[in-house]
């Protein structure tokens, strides 16, 4: 059973920026830990802040990883998916309050782009 699932961007901007090899490193991390049966790559589109690329998201947890490169993967796997503590240093910016870490939904970025959808779907 599938227990996280690892959102890769597959935008332009992260394709640019070294998405595939970080794909490839956190695919490699997965299987060197044994871990292929519990979480699952997926390639998505865009997250829309291709500035920050690569970028990974990994849910339920809702963590946005940014400028993440290959040799982030065994830390991200062994550090969050393994023990529970999401790495710091890679988290979005605006997702870091201090020590706290909030929710995408709670970013400038994300909460905007809700409120605008909500209010226009009638």
Known sequence: MVRSHILVCGGTGCVASGCMAVQEAMETAIKNNGLEEELQIVMTGCHGLCALGPIIIIYPDNIFYAHVKPEDADEIVTEHL????????LIYDEAMHGDSIISLEETDFYKHSTESRSKTAV
Do not use: A, E, I, Y
Not at 82 to 89: A, I, N, S
């Open 82 to 89: 393994l023990k529970g503590r999401p790495v710091k240093r």
